[in-house]
């Protein structure tokens, strides 16, 4: 199967335009709104694909060009008025009797987003599917990631000591010298507070300080709290029920987040082998406890991002979690494959690393090991692997398929499989006779060219159908498994 028949299948798996990959029909003539998409891409991370000449509303049939040619030399052209100008690799390619057009949009260096049509001067971002204009605030978001973050050990203007919860602070002290007593430990109290980036010399608490052990930092920073939903509406007249919305330093945060999951999911009694009783929520809590911990402690803290909050959506199906601030230093494709210790926000990971929440766990652990976590937790509960979306400046975690419409007789799309004779399942039979094999390994075994497999792969890790996961990292092969 050839490329461009692999992105087709990728986009009518998933019924219309996905976040990297962009359609157009230009039957009537070269789509003006390209020039949206080409800004778009630029600005995604890991940049897109931008296909003219098939039609959205009818199946992603491929339509009639005129003057394929004139098509191409308008790509360009439109690439060049773009700021700085969009980098593509255009060709035309012959799908089903037809020429369609693609053009690989390489993603701006991060020094230069966002990358905007110079003549007006706006800019587009994706959002899942579709193109649109970015917002003031978005586009300070990407101005700052011109920049390595810092915002964490910034000072926050009228706060003091006495604005400290006490209680935290003690008990950040005492882990602090049991665990590193030869280091930070081995300081007195005050000097402590200095070097961990607590206080500044001037007295004054950072944002790290504050968020970690403030008494109330909503009082300074009054949206940096969590909103939750539950949006299962049981009527249509119903939007959503049990709306709260909680503050207090970050083990507070995460406490009383943890708590409404508890009281909002479903969760059944369940009958162990040696007649005992357990009780099981839909989603696990570990796995949820680790996703809002990350949200805490990575979301964007830059003046930019001030109004927003971390947002946990409880949907029909599946479960959303977003913070501002997309991801510094890894890519999604890694998320949860590989240990990484990246962080955007330093100086409040560290600090976070020794703070305990009520359970007297620490809210973050020093080895990155949270998605891991994540991943093995959903893995035991029978549950597809968390998906991941980062346009560069949010970021969304999505668990879906839960236990309760899983055992209620809802087939989940894990337990579906791509039709016979498709591209898809000759990869996924594949995979199934021989899981950990690299794309090199599948291309020998199939016959299809590497690029066809990973495109297949990208398909089948997809929401649409969440069969197959990655492993590896840096420095080592990636190789992929069946994930049911």
Not at 269 to 289: C, H, Q, T
């Amino acid at each position: 199967m050839t490329e461009i028949e692999a992105l087709v299948e990728e986009l009518r798996l998933t019924n219309g335009d996905t976040a990297r990959i962009e359609a157009k029909s230009g039957a009537g003539g070269y789509p003006q709104s390209a020039l949206e998409s080409l800004s778009a891409l630029a600005n995604l991370p890991g940049g897109g694909v931008l296909i003219i000449g098939l039609d959205e509303s009818n199946g992603f049939q491929p339509v009639s060009l005129s003057n394929p040619q004139t098509y191409m030399q308008a790509l360009g052209n439109q690439a060049r008025l773009l700021s700085p100008p969009a980098q593509l690799q255009i060709e035309q390619v012959q799908f089903e009797g037809l020429p369609v057009i693609v053009a690989r949009v390489r993603e701006c260096d991060s020094s230069a987003k966002p990358c905007r049509v110079a003549r007006s001067g706006s800019a587009y971002v994706r959002s899942h599917d579709g193109d649109f204009e970015i917002s003031d605030l978005e586009e300070q978001a990407f101005l700052r990631l011109r920049d390595a973050p810092a915002a964490d050990r910034l000072a926050v203007d009228g706060t003091s000591l006495s604005d400290l919860d006490e209680g935290l602070v003690s008990s950040w002290r005492e882990t602090v010298r049991t665990r590193n007593p030869q280091g930070l430990g081995r300081l007195g109290d005050d000097e402590m507070l200095l070097r961990a980036a607590i206080v500044t010399n001037e007295g004054q608490l950072t944002k790290a300080g504050l968020l970690a052990f403030g008494s109330y930092p909503q009082q300074y920073l009054p949206r940096y709290v969590v909103h939750v939903a539950d949006e299962r509406a049981s009527n249509p007249q119903e939007r959503a029920r049990n709306i709260q919305t909680f503050a207090g330093p970050i083990p507070v945060l995460l406490a009383s987040t943890l708590r409404w999951f508890r009281e909002n999911l479903d969760r059944r009694a369940i009958e162990n082998d040696d007649g005992s009783v357990r009780e099981e929520y839909e989603y696990p809590l570990l796995a949820l406890r680790e996703l809002v911990a990350n949200s805490l402690v990575h979301r964007d803290l830059d003046a930019w991002s001030e109004g927003l909050a971390v947002e946990v959506r409880l949907k029909p199906n599946r479960l959303e979690i977003t913070n501002p601030g997309g991801l510094y230093g890894v890519t999604v494709d890694r998320l949860g494959a590989v240990q990484v210790t990246s962080a955007r926000n330093k100086w409040l990971l560290s600090l976070c690393e020794n703070v305990t929440d009520a359970t007297g766990g620490r809210v973050v652990e020093a080895l990155a090991t949270g998605l891991t976590t994540v991943a093995r937790e959903l893995k035991g509960a029978g549950l597809p692997p968390a998906r991941y979306y980062d346009t560069g400046i949010m970021f969304t975690a999505v668990l879906s398929e839960s236990v309760a419409s899983t055992r209620s007789g809802h087939k989940p799309a894990s337990a579906q499989l791509p039709r016979t004779g498709t591209r898809l399942r000759v990869v996924l039979d594949a995979l199934q006779e021989s899981p950990d094999q690299t794309v090199e390994q599948l291309g020998r075994k199939t016959g299809l060219s590497e690029s066809s497999v990973r495109t297949a792969l990208t398909a089948l890790r997809g929401p649409k159908w969440l069969l197959v996961q990655a492993s590896g990292g840096r420095g080592k092969l990636t190789t992929y498994s069946v994930t049911v």
